[in-house]
């Protein structure tokens, strides 16, 4: 089975500082694997996919078969990086995802 | 494009009562899922469409719970009876069916049932 894990329900940090969410899966063949951003008061939206290697607002992420992980990094956090973040997971070939049970940032001044 | 429109945004009922969750998916997205967010359980898959056939309905909890696609632009999930057990934050996505594309998320309709 399918399954995403993000060890930290919380994190906080001071702005300036290097950021990392962790995420783990758990899943056999190769998998697609994302990381959405839900905003205070604002719908859950994508951030950066591991197929397109890309980095959004600062933050990167690292597909790592070896270790099964896929953290989120930001060199110097910024107070509007506070949100909630999903590491999500798709099975090759599927549409559907299975998220993480999510890791909320507090980036404090 | 207004993105994927949910409606209710909240919704407060009395345990037994019907409930009727409705989601506009983003025009030409021809996969639209249903997600259950509660803090004990996070997001959880219930069901998922693709050109308006239910692929995998395997998430959905009970018979309460059910979901129609009657047409590309249209889905609702309907709980009967609803229980207070219920009470979660419904969101619907929507996408196209490219590898990695990634959802678009509605806001979400906050159920209560009391």
């Known amino acids: 089975a399918q399954r995403v894990t993000q060890p930290e329900k919380l994190l906080s940090v001071f702005k300036g500082a290097p950021v990392e969410l962790k995420c783990n899966y758990s899943y056999s063949g190769s998998p697609e694997l994302f990381w959405y951003v839900q905003y205070s008061r604002q719908r859950l939206q994508l951030l950066l996919r591991?197929?397109s290697r890309e980095s959004i607002k600062g933050f990167t992420a690292d597909l790592n078969k070896g270790e099964t992980s896929f953290h989120l990094k930001k060199p110097f956090a910024q107070e509007e990086d506070s949100a909630m973040y999903y590491c999500?997971?798709?099975?090759?070939?599927?549409?559907?995802?299975?998220f993480g049970k999510g890791t909320k940032l507090t980036v404090n001044p | 494009d207004a993105g994927v429109i949910q409606s209710p945004r909240h919704e407060v009922t009395e345990m037994g009562q019907e409930v009727t969750l409705r989601c506009k998916p983003i025009s030409g997205h021809n996969s639209l899922f249903w997600y259950r967010q509660t803090m004990m359980r996070g997001l959880e898959l219930l069901i998922y469409f693709n050109n308006n056939v239910p692929i995998d309905d395997s998430g959905m909890p009970e018979d309460r719970f059910s979901a129609k696609m009657p047409n590309a632009s249209f889905s609702t999930l309907k709980i009967q009876p609803s229980e207070p057990r219920d009470s979660a934050v419904y969101f619907c996505a929507s996408s196209l069916t490219i590898r990695g594309g990634g959802y678009t998320f509605g806001s979400g309709t906050r159920l209560t049932v009391v």
């Open positions: 591991h197929i």
């Open positions: 999500a997971l798709s099975p090759g070939g599927s549409e559907k995802l299975v």
